[in-house]
């Protein structure tokens, strides 16, 4: 039943169980959910699953940077004007993820261009620190090195996902 509620989570769709294994599928999509030998899970990274990781974390983005950041501006030292301009483009980009994750999954041509979109707003949100350093406080910078890092590793999974 936990495999069942695993793949309801992940919206991987249907789980079989073969030879020991358990294989969760979609439809025409790629299996994402197994269970090896050592019955533990692993999970395989399918565009449709990036999107949604993507989604969510550019959702996550857009409410901390022009929900909670804005409003705390002097701690940050950066602009509120500047953190609701990216808070709306995180936005944008949760949009986009969420579109591909709901009504065309398998297109992995998107997945380069929203890893390029992921490794665009994170230079921006260097360049932002370095133009603004006479203000930017240490929080601000350890935010955003912290947020420009994780988004430069999810477009390499992306890229290298959409490579296949």
């Known amino acids: 039943m936990g495999v069942a509620r695993l793949c309801d989570l992940l919206g991987c769709g249907t789980y079989e169980f073969h030879s020991g294994k358990v294989r969760a599928s979609h439809g025409h999509l790629q299996p994402a959910l197994y269970l090896d030998a ?9 565009p449709r699953l990036l999107f949604l990781c993507d989604g969510l974390g550019a959702l996550v983005t857009a409410l901390v940077t022009g929900g909670i950041l804005a409003h705390f501006a002097e701690t940050i030292g950066l602009p509120p004007w500047l953190l609701r301009a990216m808070s709306v483009i995180a936005a944008s980009m949760a949009s986009f993820s969420f579109w591909h994750y709901y009504f065309r999954p398998t297109r992995q041509s998107r ?15 260097l360049v932002f620190i370095y133009y603004f350093r006479a203000t930017t406080t240490a929080w601000g910078v350890a ?8 988004l430069f590793l999810l477009a390499a999974i992306e890229w290298r996902a959409a490579s296949r």
């Open 38 to 46: 050592t019955n533990s899970y692993s999970i395989k990274l399918t």
């Open 111 to 125: 997945l380069r261009g929203i890893a390029t979109a992921n490794v665009t707003y994170g230079l921006m949100a």
């Open 143 to 150: 935010y955003f090195v912290l947020e420009a890092g994780v």
